[in-house]
């Protein structure tokens, strides 16, 4: 697929695919024409990043841990040092904390929804 169609069905700007592709975290092939061609993974790639880059990792370890995330997963890195596995120890407890705080929130809405529902069938 084009650029234009992963642009609209991922709802991602084409300037940030082209920025993903230099970071080396999607592919494309050339056509002859010089036009980016994707492959259907693609879609599922560029949410997956998407999603990593709104939980607040950079592009450098989305880039080192992007093949740990294929399925059949390929869990192996010669060139992980201590600081990339404390770095993504501290992005996990972040995460971990960040879930646990939009829960609370989630359910404080649920049970104010509850309470006003409550009083209007009063």
Known sequence: MRIGELSERTGTSRRLLRYYEEQGLIVSERLPNGYRDYAEPSVD?????RGL????????????IL????KPRQIYFPDAT????????????RMTRRAEC???NRDAITEYLDAV???ALS
Request: hydrophobic fraction near 40%.
């Open 45 to 49: 790639r560029v949410i997956q990043v």
């Open 102 to 104: 939009l829960l609370r």
């Open 53 to 64: 880059l709104d939980a607040g990792l950079p592009t450098r370890i989305i880039k080192q």
């Open 117 to 119: 529902r409550g009083r």
């Open 82 to 93: 201590p600081e990339m596995l404390g770095t993504l120890e501290a992005e996990r407890d």
């Open 67 to 70: 093949p740990c995330l294929d």
